[in-house]
């Protein structure tokens, strides 16, 4: 997981009364032991009813960077150090911390801008992992006001590191660009986000949340520093999620508040386990866009399907039999389809195009004005396909 740092500390070991006691018999000498006793800072399970999660140093240390002990670790000789920051302006720089709202676990009733700064434990860090545990802001405008459908306009989490200051603009005209990392709002407790940092020391990460009202202000994000030597961190950059395993789930933001977020380009990133070529997605709920995608010419993407909202999926291969080119890469409407025509039902797609990647977009705008009464995104669950490749 992480780099990690070794301390030492002199435990003084008492001999026992009865070994004291045959030694002294012996006209021996009775010396005090002094051992020398080494643990791994690693992350460990906490005692805490809110946070579960610690990293291990000794009581000494904990105290000293300003955590609490949360039970033991490294067999009692270390204790679980939990770090959470709530206030503005706070700089997280201790692994496995938490950001939690003013109040938490309760509601934060105030409106305004709270800001968190993540500073690199160790130079060697490249990735920030982003667990929300908790995340509850107000959804976004409701597709019934279609001129604003989708926009976070109330509340919002943004991101923004020392390469990439671009904030996504709410309202702007225009399609998001690829590279700026997204604004959440809406319910997205149990999904998570991946930050890039580049290889210098001073590199840091910015968390802004924009609070337009009083009500529906509550987050828990537990903050992973993940070196560039760890099996754990993507091998590639630019993926704002990132998944491993040969079967696992991919959701887009706010699915749980069955309302689709503008603003949106971002890659969710799958590890490639070792012996498997192929990969297929089962969607679970699918609905993107417009009804139909049905333009065989451009990969199912043209100026009236597809266009601002949709998944891409390179290289998906067609049944065999069917007249048309032999992959699509572009998916929207109400049913994912590899033909990339309008079905009747979900159907499963497969690529063995590597790497492994599902791209999300939407306009910056608003949600497409044909959309339904709801437009919730999508869930595909993927199962990683066994071959030589």
């Given amino acids: 997981m992480q780099r990690e740092l070794f301390h030492n500390f002199l435990l003084l070991a008492t001999i026992s009364y009865a070994e004291a006691t045959t030694n002294k018999s012996r006209g021996e000498k009775v010396f005090s032991l002094f051992s020398i006793i080494q643990f791994p800072n690693q992350a460990c399970t906490s005692t805490s009813e809110i946070y579960s999660n610690g990293t291990c140093y000794t009581s000494n240390e904990c105290s000293s960077r300003g955590g609490s002990a949360q039970g033991n670790c490294a067999a009692g000789f270390g204790v679980c150090c939990v770090f959470f920051f709530s206030a503005t302006g706070s700089i997280v720089s201790q692994n496995n911390s938490y950001i939690v709202n003013p109040n938490f676990p309760s509601n934060f009733a105030t409106a305004g801008t709270i800001t968190y700064t993540i500073s690199k434990e160790s130079i060697d860090i490249c990735r920030i992992r982003l667990d929300y545990d908790t995340f509850i802001l107000t959804q976004p405008t409701a597709v019934t006001t279609t001129a604003t459908a989708g926009q976070c306009d109330t509340d919002r989490l943004t991101f923004q590191t020392t390469d990439r200051t671009t904030v996504p603009a709410v ?178 797609v497969t690529s063995c195009t590597c790497p492994f990647e599902v791209t999300h977009v939407t306009g910056i705008t608003a949600l497409n004005a044909a959309m339904a009464a709801v437009a919730p995104g999508f869930s595909l669950n993927y199962r990683q396909i066994p071959g030589n490749c």
């Fill in 171 to 348: 309202g702007a005209a225009g399609t998001a660009s690829y590279g700026d990392y997204p604004y959440l709002c809406g319910t997205n407790t149990g999904l998570h986000s991946y930050l890039d940092l580049s290889c210098t020391d001073t590199d840091d990460a910015t968390l802004t949340f924009t609070l337009g009202d009083t009500t529906l202000n509550q987050w828990k994000i537990k903050v992973t520093q993940l070196s560039c030597d760890d099996s754990c961190v993507a091998s590639q950059q630019g993926c704002f999620q990132y998944f491993t395993g040969i079967t696992g789930t991919i959701q887009s933001y706010n699915l749980a508040g069955e309302l689709e977020l503008v603003g949106q380009n971002y890659k969710n990133c799958i590890r490639q386990e070792a012996g498997y070529c192929c990969i297929e997605y089962v969607p679970t709920s699918f609905q993107l866009g417009t009804a139909t995608c049905a333009d065989a010419a451009n990969r199912c993407a043209s100026a009236s399907s597809c266009l601002t909202e949709y998944v891409i999926i390179p290289g998906v291969t067609n049944p065999s039999g069917v007249a048309q080119p032999d992959s699509y890469d572009r998916f929207c409407g109400s049913n994912l389809s590899p033909t990339g025509t309008s079905a009747a039902s979900d159907q499963p």
